[in-house]
């Protein structure tokens, strides 16, 4: 029924990283127009001076406020704004009876106490948390049409779920260490002494050793205790793309063929999820550069030979898959048009 | 006539680097499809080992031979092969009534004086050169319908040439210094000492400083002497990406808006070139990053308010407008189809 | 005299970037012990906070203050301060006796209204200018011996004006184009939006067309009227390392042997100068990675077979040649040591 | 007794990375000496061609043959050849009665059938075998001293040994897995398909995922089971440098404190190691980029909090403490003189 309309769109927070790759994604989405590219900071200035890329995509388009948005009728809304502030915003366009895809860390967690214990303070709007669908489409196609709150996913959490979910849904896993390799556009658009070039440029740097944030999501996704998690980050030099080595100990001891069996089981029918091969060699495992720009996942494995453990990496751009890419993905599911439609762009290699 | 009708394609050389490139692109052309992907010393091997971006888009397709090329049909080919081989191909192909874009330097120089001047021997096919149209649009849109060879540019070459068009047009230059900036891809798929990472990584490394052999393209395409010509090449970090920065010592003072009105003229109806705004002033002048993996060109000027001189810079992606972008551009010129068809992806920035 | 005797250092802004490297050289220096680093914003902070990488040399020293700095004797000083303030801390030191070695801008413009235009303000200590001495020891060497203020030199402007001066001293220089290619650490410690990572890794931004600050040293050096250069600066990936290209269009056609006889007049007996050979062609014109953590220049040069023009490219490390390096190098002239001393470590390649 | 003497060195291999990396070293050590820089392919070559940072260094030194290098009288001598074609060479020189340092794989290993399990063949010259010191006087400072054969260490293995050995020597260790980090430098100075530049950069490429090589001296060094241990190495972006993280599987529960006390137990006297602080977070494990060009190895810790685990990172130079460094350090304690001659070279950051 849905064949040929078009969706009007909103975008909040348009002026910031993953609002850039929102607006990448939608100004060539065929089903998507932007109804307005929203940020309180860059009202009025032209899209093209923040997103210099996409001149020729928005010639004309200039940032409008808050207060116009809300005049502004839309079919959609996403809102990529700080976490913790982004919730006001939400209730207030769901007050207008539009849907929205969220995506700061707000509604990702559906358990009050885990989010106070994660983000350090109570949820800003639990009276409307209940409604939120976890973004990520591979577990929660089902959940997602007429959803009224889509929550973003977490971008190492999206990796690290699909690394691990065959063997979690198999109740499999014993132990997993999750080790994420993260490139620099993960920290979003605004500097900061960490950030600086001379100091991050081909970093090696362990943010985080083993509770990373979004540890969390991964343990409420797979329903997996946190205590049998630990997610260390390294930050690379890369500036798009996260990689996850998850090193998993099980219950049972699997082989090659095993895993084989379990990955098409789950990810056969996944648009967007591709299976490595076990030869040759250096492409078995899968290295973030091969999804660059697009909405793709790679998922290479093995087994250690060493009784009951397995390798599991998995390769996705983090502002895509990890991001803005799920984001619209979901989008279209919510809205009831092919999911895929607007995310077929091939990666680009060698960048 | 042709509004609906696909488009079969033949890639030769679809194992090298300007060979996954026109992969990527006509996988997602929406009136092409490929009638053989032909690789010599492939053969058999399946398309996504050598080009595992690729690896959904093409999950079953493997190189085929020549020989087995010469028995598929095909509405156009493209042929990225060797310098000084390609053209026996070309000729090959011809013979058999199929259009052919030749992406190697064979059919770039028109005077067989030069070609042997800049390419060190005879040229091996005179016989079938004059046919071809030097395959930037920009500057030969009329001549390409219907053409049967179009020839590829040389990236270095069509940045240089899309910098100096209008005022060479205008009979304004005396001299211009190309200052070419180059990213590792340029040099195609295969390894070389120069480009064992240790030595080529953060290089800035001048490997020609007057006179790389694209000149002879430039002076060719604008009817500049080749005397008030230099292009120095320099080598850096980059993968991708082509930035050459034009100081152009003019016969007669221009003041800034005479340059916005020069350009404007040229490149207003122009598809894929943008000029970039005056101001804020990091933006300038274009960074190849903000094009990458687009079709898109990027030109930013000024004068010196030191006499007759401006500096114009121009930023693509040398794999795509310096490469298999323009060849695509030209083909579907070539076919009668929109000339944008298939080349509307948005850069992606941050990478 | 001085054959063994120690000397005490001083070192103002020592939590900088040029700080650090101030402390790499001087902690190894044979002839030179720290008597304080001084940092107004980080006293009692241990050294090994900020230059993680000296932990080792001085696990135990903290950053002094200012204030105890005035009760600390020393021999020597360096101070490392934002242009515009450094020079009422080199007016107090000089008032204690003690000679200042200054790496801001304050004392590199010996002309007011040179330093007024540049500089957007009137010299904040005239009084004092005149005692300054550019110390750029190739071209001033015999001026330092007793300074009691040198100027530390502009990165960019050191490699050009080693570039351009022995022609400038041959009144050979009709015009020179000076482009311009510098890291990151160009820009100090402090991060800001344009340093951010995933904004400034692999630019190429032209940061500056044609008249980068530094211009007005080299013309004050080379005697050369500002209206006949330009600078072109570009960001380019690298974090140290500045390259100059400096395309000099000359009063008379010199011979590729008049160029090797003129360079190695002025630079044969010179310590940590180098010319490049002019074979194998790719180390002809030399790459900043060459000198990375040393103290050394090298250059490379060609005539264009084109009438009376050149090329010459010099490279070096930006924190050491172009900023702390000439600085100890100067202050070893001041003091009577071998002007070598603590400066002979090696570049480290590749890195 | 050697206190004042010098000592001549002959090295072979001296035109590969490693090679460069000894003559960096060495013609900045106030003990030694070059009596020969051998290579049978570059015979007659200057130095300066292959290592152009090192022109000033050794501006008139040529390459000899190994046929010249037998007739050079030399105190002791390096061999950085390939693995398997060393010990001839080194049976050779030890018959001249010269003691060498040999940085190939041929003397790591003790066991024959270990090493024909890594190594795929049996051992070219068993004979020898016995004589040589596994050459990382961490472990075996005592044994050192006029011992005619020291092996070289893996720059893996230096890095994961130094992670394991307080807690190997202490029995505690149940399993270990080494998540190795790697720069591009590790392969050495020639190029392959998987080192082009295009492919190489910013990769995050998984070339082994259980079972490096390394893991075989890891395993020997520490006396423990090879199956207690897997090694993963990543090549990233970096072109020096070794990051190791170490997950370690604990027999029993350690407390921060016991770390910090079993970590200054065995390295508090080290020369060329340092333990991280606690605090601030973001320097408390260690990133490679910190010790680069120098010999310096830094060491972090922290227990999980979660039963009997913790995470060691090590960050070293692999061409300097990963190999030539720990060679001239051990060729040091063989000849009697201080082990940190020529060694104390800061490390140059950020680069």
Redesign the interface.
Known sequence: MNSERSFSVLIYGAGG?VG?ELL?II??HPRFKIAGAVSARKVGKPL??I???????CPDTVFISPEAARDTPADIAFTSLPHGSASESVAEILLRGIPVVDLSADFRLKDLGRYERWYGGPHPRPDILDVAVYGLPELHRKELPGASIVSGVGCNAAASILALYPFARSGLIKEA?L?V?A???E?G???????????????????E??SHRHLAEVSQELSLPE?NL?M?L?A??????V?V?A?IFLHEHLREADLWKLFREYYAEEPFV?LC?AR?M????P???????SN?VLI?F?T???GARC?V?V?LDNLMKGSAGSAVQSANVVLGIPETTGL????????
Chains 1, 2, 3, 4 share one sequence.
């Open positions: 990283m850039g990448r100004t060539g093209a001076m997103h210099p890329h996409l001149r020729h995509a260490l080790d390799r490139g620099s556009s920290g658009s605004k500097a900061n002494q960490g950030s600086h070039h001379p100091y991050r440029s081909r970093a090696l740097r362990i943010v050793p083993f205590e630990t260390r390294t690379v030099e890369n500036v798009r793309g990689q080595c090193e591709d091969p040759p250096h492409l078995r495992f290295d973030p550069r091969l999804v660059t720009g793709r290479g093995s250690t030979g060493k390798l990496v390769a077929l762009m091939h990666p680009v290699y060698p960048v």
